[in-house]
T-cell receptor, first 111, second 115 residues
Framework: RKEVEQDPGPFNVPEGATVAFNCTYS??????FFWYRQDCRKEPKLLMS???SGNEDGRFTAQLNRASQYISLLIRDSKLSDSATYLC????????????FGQGTRLTINP | DTGVSQDPRHKITKRGQNVTFRCDPI?????LYWYRQTLGQGPEFLTY????????KSRLLSDRFSAERPKGSFSTLEIQRTEQGDSAMYLC?????????????FGPGTRLTVT
């Protein structure tokens, strides 16, 4: 079983729609959680950290459910520029400092 | 530009040759990471430095791979006797190593093609 699992998609949604991605992680020792965005043939860029209380940044809302080991990302009023691959990422603070990435979910926003 | 930089951006080499990549982290970031990404997959951790000390290596890092960060600033990743399976994007990231979340910032990557 992969340590971080995501539906690879692709998701094709019309501009202005709301889209949600989910991710599960297997290691209950995971301490930090992130969503990264990666454009085609570019490096991953931090979109937002995910906090236990949930957090919002403009049109983006991230939620964490530690009991279910589940992370979500909601994008409201989607824009063409939101087209990218969204990577779910976890980090274990104790011991390894590595980020563990999911496979990524590919999103295309259609005009 | 004060972000993470990597050199070269692209490298084509023949099987069996040695290659070396360089990463310059964000200044004052004491943590530096190497990842490898293949098509359709998320990046996979290779190794991690805190200052000049290499603190963790993945099992993915075979004995053909070696990484250094001699002065705690830039880092190099060398692959000896390259194989076609080494073809991938090699990403470097850095973090300040402070705070709770340990966010990492990535460079543009070096795309390696082994023919």
């Amino acid at each position: 079983r992969k340590e971080v699992e995501q539906d690879p998609g692709p998701f094709n949604v019309p501009e202005g729609a709301t889209v949600a991605f989910n991710c599960t992680y297997s290691n209950s020792a995971s301490q930090s959680f992130f969503w990264y965005r990666q454009d085609c043939r570019k490096e991953p860029k931090l979109l937002m950290s995910v906090y236990s209380s949930g957090n919002e940044d403009g049109r983006f809302t991230a939620q964490l459910n530690r009991a279910s080991q589940y992370i979500s990302l909601l994008i409201r009023d989607s824009k063409l520029s939101d087209s990218a691959t969204y990577l779910c990422v976890v980090n274990k603070i104790q011991g390894a400092q590595k980020l563990v990435f999911g496979q990524g979910t590919r999103l295309t926003i259609n005009p | 530009d004060t972000g993470v930089s990597q050199d070269p951006r692209h490298k084509i080499t023949k099987r069996g040759q040695n290659v070396t990549f360089r990463c310059d982290p964000i200044s004052e970031h004491n943590r530096l990471y190497w990842y490898r990404q293949t098509l359709g997959q998320g990046p996979e951790f290779l190794t991690y430095f805190q200052n000049e000390a290499q603190l963790e290596k993945s099992r993915l890092l075979s004995d053909r791979f070696s990484a250094e960060r001699p002065k705690g600033s830039f880092s190099t990743l060398e692959i000896q006797r390259t194989e076609q399976g080494d073809s991938a994007m090699y990403l470097c990231a850095s973090s300040p190593g402070q705070g709770v979340s340990y966010e990492q910032y990535f460079g543009p990557g070096t795309r390696l093609t082994v023919t």
